[in-house]
């Protein structure tokens, strides 16, 4: 029987929208957030609410999807609803209202991404090696973004982001309905349940590793434009900052389909956290060298690019069957939603007490705490 077509362009479409959304929102939030009279701890607050809804959300979502066989049916539910929440954001503007629309509308957004990681791996088949090549959209998607609007807002006000923000959700609605869904790959393990899978000591130190991986990136996901900002950087700067780091994380994706077979799995995970924490150090103590800071942005390579893809894959290879749409929500819930949350929260908590120097260099040590977690127990590159 013939394998059906690779949708590439439908689901390269998707990634584009989705990251450009994050592009839009993840730089420029915190500082819509402060142009409001909000300070570091409720900015700290508000942005960990994004992350607190894929603790659970994902999981749900894709529990229906794995049970129902229609993945593409509730991405577009999904993304519908979280257009329509996020229209409440042009409502009163108090920190409990905010907390209500961004918990709302984070509900449905942060259920796409999981279930539709597990669509594109399903299209793909055998053929995960070409994640990458489709992965890539995203990230470009994320530098048009970011990178535009850090010129707009050299010259506009920061009130024209949530309007940005409406018009790119409604281009991620409209491409879900695009994509044809995916059946999962059929497997002889597939009888197990996802509690025994996560018993496996492998699985629980690698979903440990995920934690602390994004728990490192609260500062820099909460405060980065901020404390560019106080350090005289200008928007488009920051804007290209950004820019530079996902450009260099596209890098990494095209190299990956060298890189895995060469290295292992095991190997790039802990270089990949071993140069996080290099990157949160240089951040911390460094911000007013331009010329540091730009290395420091090319390290978002291994921070991200590098971890994600290896994490991606091995998630993959561990919750196989009718446990993959579960297992990337999983992979979510822990680290972006459960350790981006945590790190959004105790660097806002920290912030205006303290200097940024201290919690960056906390990141620094949590991220060195994943290495030697990865070095130890993630043993999973010749599974």
Known sequence: MQKPALPYWRLSTFYLFYFASLGALVPYWGLYLQSLGFDGRAIGELMAILMVSKII????????????????????????????????IFWALTFWWLALVMML??????????????????????????YSGIRLWGSLGFILSVASLGQVLD??????????????FSFIALSSFTVPDAQAQPH?????????????????????????????????????????????????TI??????GVLAEIGVFFLMVKLMPRFG????????????SLRWLLIGHFVSSLSII?????????????????????IHRLFKGRYQGRGQALYSSVSFGAGGALGSYLSGLFWDQNSATLVFNMAALVALLGAFISWRYVKVAEM
């Open 188 to 236: 002889h393990e597939t009888q197990v349940s996802i509690f025994q899978l996560l018993k496996q000591p492998v699985v629980l130190a690698l979903l440990a590793v995920c934690f602390l991986a994004q728990l490192s990136h609260g500062p820099y996901y909460t405060f980065y434009s901020i404390y560019l900002k106080e350090n005289a950087y200008s928007s488009s």
């Open 57 to 88: 959300a994902p999981y749900i979502w894709s529990w229906i999807a794995d049970h129902t066989g229609k993945g593409m049916m509730i991405i577009r539910l999904a993304s519908v609803c979280a257009l329509i929440a996020f229209v409440g």
């Open 294 to 314: 730009l290395f420091a942005q090319l390290l978002h390579a291994a921070s991200f690019g590098l971890y994600h893809a290896v994490a991606i894959d091995l």
């Open 155 to 168: 010259q506009q006000s920061l009130a024209i982001l949530p309007i940005v923000l409406l018009m790119i």
């Open 265 to 276: 799995a095991h190997k790039l995970l802990i270089t990949a956290l071993l140069l996080t």
């Open 105 to 130: 509308f984070s509900f449905f957004w942060n259920a796409t991404l999981p279930q539709f990681e597990a669509i594109t791996l399903n299209h793909l088949g055998k053929d995960t090696h070409q």
């Open 239 to 244: 804007g290209s900052l950004w820019a530079l």
